[in-house]
């Protein structure tokens, strides 16, 4: 046995748990569907360094523990208290779990559109998945103070929203060089697949005693901005769509910039705004070889779309 190494870091739990639940109000019901990845951390070293299984809740019950807090949680609906109302779970059952880790992404499931008499309205029990973006959340709960001293970590937003403008996006002024085969651009189609991450400062949570653990009740929505607003997702949203839409792009730095900028100015208890952004190319065929013009920027009308490689610009932005 060496004793010139140690370990260092352990996490570990179950990935990929689908769960799906309804909940009927009467006829009218209501559905989500998650994949979870419920990790956790604590007392847990011998586990790997001697063996000692003693210490590890199996990740098949990590699984059942979901299931179960899908079940019975008043919460479930709401992705971010689904995922509070997991990990305080986990950290409060097991003496010597003092950290839970949950990431949930949730799939779009929209109601059909139905023409009634009063003309369209929402069905109560049909569905569409209408777009592959997904909701997401990462929550940490942290009991190292004490079971009764919960603090969590919320970080949410969006993957995978898909984008494109035909015009208003330039590239310009870049550094030129011997590697330089870019042409500059004052007009060009802007494409990119949005991942959003916005990350609210960390709240105190309520202790659930042992027989509370079920009804487990998380603070009503409070001050707008604040992890407790069920209003953020949809604003971030609305305001990134909205920015990348009416924004004259200088490049993707400056749009992600502004992005930014507005999803921070529209939600007070967000701290920091972090997007990563695919630059997806569409490449303007060149046609001159038959005398046909396809390559003046805003004429251009034929394009290859390139899925590789692609330009990735990340940015983090934050509150002062
Ligand atoms: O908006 C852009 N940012 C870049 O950094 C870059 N680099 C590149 O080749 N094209 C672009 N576009």
Redo the contacts with the bound molecule.
């Keep these: 046995m060496s004793d010139s190494s140690f370990l260092s870091h352990a996490r570990y739990g179950k990935d990929k748990v689908r769960v799906f639940r309804v909940v009927r109000e009467g006829k009218w019901h209501h559905i989500v569907e998650y994949n979870v990845q419920a990790l956790l951390e604590g007392d847990i070293a011998t586990s790997y360094t001697e063996a000692d299984n003693s210490v590890v809740v199996a990740t098949d019950s990590i699984k059942n523990i979901t299931y179960y807090i899908a079940k019975i949680s008043p919460h479930v609906l709401n992705p971010e208290r689904f995922a509070l109302h997991l990990a305080t779970h986990l950290v409060s059952k097991y003496a010597h779990i003092h950290k839970a880790f949950v990431s949930v992404e949730q799939l779009r499931w929209s109601r059909i559109p139905v023409e009634g008499e009063q003309g369209a309205t929402e069905h109560p029990h049909a569905f569409i998945r209408d777009g592959d973006d997904k909701r997401i959340v990462k929550v940490e709960v942290d009991a190292s103070a004490g079971k009764d001293k919960l603090v969590a970590s919320v970080t949410a937003g969006i993957s995978d929203l898909l984008v494109l403008k035909t015009t208003e ?1 330039a ?1 310009t002024n ?1 550094v030129r060089d011997k590697y330089t085969t ?1 042409k500059e651009v004052d007009d060009r189609i ?1 494409s990119t697949s949005i991942d959003l991450t916005y990350t609210f400062a960390p709240v105190a949570l309520p202790s659930p005693t042992d027989a509370a653990l079920e009804e487990f009740v998380l603070p009503a929505d409070l001050a707008p901005g604040s992890v407790w607003d069920a209003a953020v997702p949809a604003r971030a949203r609305t305001a990134t769509l909205a920015l990348f839409a009416a924004d004259n ?7 992600l910039y502004r992005m930014a900028q507005r999803v921070l100015a529209q939600n007070a208890g967000v701290q920091h705004v972090a997007y990563a952004l695919p ?1 997806k ?1 569409y490449i303007p065929v060149d046609m001159a070889y038959l005398g046909v013009e396809n390559l003046v920027p805003a004429q251009a009308e034929v394009f290859v779309p390139v899925a590789a490689p692609s ?1 990735l ?1 990340t940015a983090t932005v934050s509150r002062k």
């Excluded at 792009?249 to 749009?255: E, K, L, W």
């Design positions: 996006s590239f870049f870019l802007l792009s200088a490049s993707v730095q400056a749009t630059n190319h330009g610009i």
